[in-house]
């Protein structure tokens, strides 16, 4: 049972970034994964689009539709229906603002979520601000953006230079400008990052770029470790629940084949009478 808790709002979110109170936030993809989420007080899910990678095994998250993304935001819904939800548009998605604003409208009403996300910053500042202008509470993204993975080369730490970082605060005051409520940084250098949220009064959250974010964000899958074949330097593991489940599953082979489950614990009986009844009746057949 989900015990009842208030749940963040928009203002909320202006108010933390405000007061310094940090946003806890994690990538959720799937039901009870949010109930786990809820149960330990996550402040936000993100139904990011990097389920493709970790829940459907995707090279990268370019595949993702979004239809696959509402079903996702539906379960996560169920799980943790008390928890702010915020929901990453799939690549292709906002294409165009007209585009931008049918798919983010498209979340808010089939996928019950609180607020949509997209990637870019100055280069979609009329894509933000048509959703924005829609009705809907929308963030981007900057730093190290996955839909861009085949400009980059793959997934490679952004802002390494003076001239990169300048050109990152540019677009996280573009997003501002646009009417954003906040953004995500990814993959960027500490220094950065710090420099990211104070040219901004917008929330900001970070995945691997310090902790100078008003909000953290890490991929449920990568810090229970229920996602291991590979993990990225900025992620730090709380778990290992992969190695766990492993070990139970050898577990269960070995008794199946070795005729210990199901044991008489595990199976379901018959009253006595039932059962002497069905004996003597398969007498008489076998007679």
């Known amino acids: 049972m989900t015990e009842e808790r208030k749940k963040l709002t928009v203002p909320d979110l202006i108010a933390r970034k405000r007061s310094g109170e940090k946003v806890v936030m994690a990538s959720i993809p799937d039901y009870p994964t949010a109930v786990w989420a809820e149960r330990a007080g996550i402040d936000i899910c993100a139904i990011g689009d990097s389920l493709g990678m970790v829940s459907y095994g995707y090279a990268n998250t370019l595949p993702v539709t979004v239809d696959m993304m509402i079903e996702h935001c539906l379960a996560v819904q169920r799980g943790a229906p008390n928890t702010f939800r915020l929901v990453a548009m799939p690549y292709g998605s906002y294409a165009n603002a007209e585009v931008g604003v049918a798919n983010a409208l498209r979340f808010m009403k089939e996928g019950a979520v609180d607020c949509v996300k997209m990637q870019g910053g100055r280069d979609k500042f009329d894509i933000i601000k048509a959703i924005a202008d ?75 770029a310090g902790s100078a974010s008003c909000g953290q964000l890490l991929l449920a899958f990568d810090l229970l470790g229920m996602f291991d074949q590979f993990k990225p330097k900025f992620t730090k593991r709380y778990a290992n629940i992969s190695q766990i489940a492993v070990d139970a599953l050898k577990t269960y082979a070995a008794e199946v084949r070795g005729g210990q489950f199901p044991d008489a614990d595990h199976s379901y009986g018959m009253k006595p009478e039932e059962a002497a009844k069905l004996e003597a009746a398969l007498g008489k057949k076998r007679g």
């Open 134 to 208: 829609a009705g809907v509470p929308v963030m981007s993204h900057v730093g190290m953006c996955p839909h861009f993975v085949h400009q980059y080369g793959g997934f490679k730490l952004q802002g390494k230079t003076a001239e990169e970082a300048l050109k990152i605060i540019d677009d996280a005051r573009a997003i501002e400008e646009a009417g954003a409520i906040g953004f995500e940084v990814e993959a960027v250098p500490a220094p950065v990052a710090k420099a990211v949220d104070a040219a901004v009064d917008i929330f900001t959250f970070g995945i691997g």
